[in-house]
């Protein structure tokens, strides 16, 4: 079992051709089991260490289930963050 590791990907367009093109690789070869792609005109936003949103546009999380075949699981997170404070 590889421990939970999560890595940051952050390019000029995280769109879903770049994602599937270049996140999806370097995740897997860093053994990221959790890899975010921000947008252009996204902020990803953390609650208590955890993704609680975006504001803007979308924020892609990939959730990699075999390194060694690539297989993966991609979400496309739209929900907007709405602040406690």
């Known amino acids: 079992m590889h421990a939970r590791r999560l890595l940051f ?5 995280a769109a879903y051709a ?3 093109e270049e996140f999806i690789p370097a995740a ?6 959790i890899a975010l792609g921000i947008d252009d005109a996204a902020c990803a936003v953390f609650e208590n260490e955890v ?4 504001l ?9 289930l075999d390194f060694k075949d690539r297989a993966h699981r991609l979400r496309v ?6 602040s406690s404070f």
């Open 9 to 13: 990907l952050i390019g000029g367009s």
């Open 18 to 20: 770049s994602v599937a």
């Open 28 to 33: 897997g070869g860093r053994e990221a089991r």
């Open 51 to 54: 993704f609680a949103g975006t």
């Open 56 to 64: 803007g546009q979308a924020v892609y999380e990939i959730e990699m």
């Open 77 to 82: 997170c739209t929900a907007q963050f709405v």
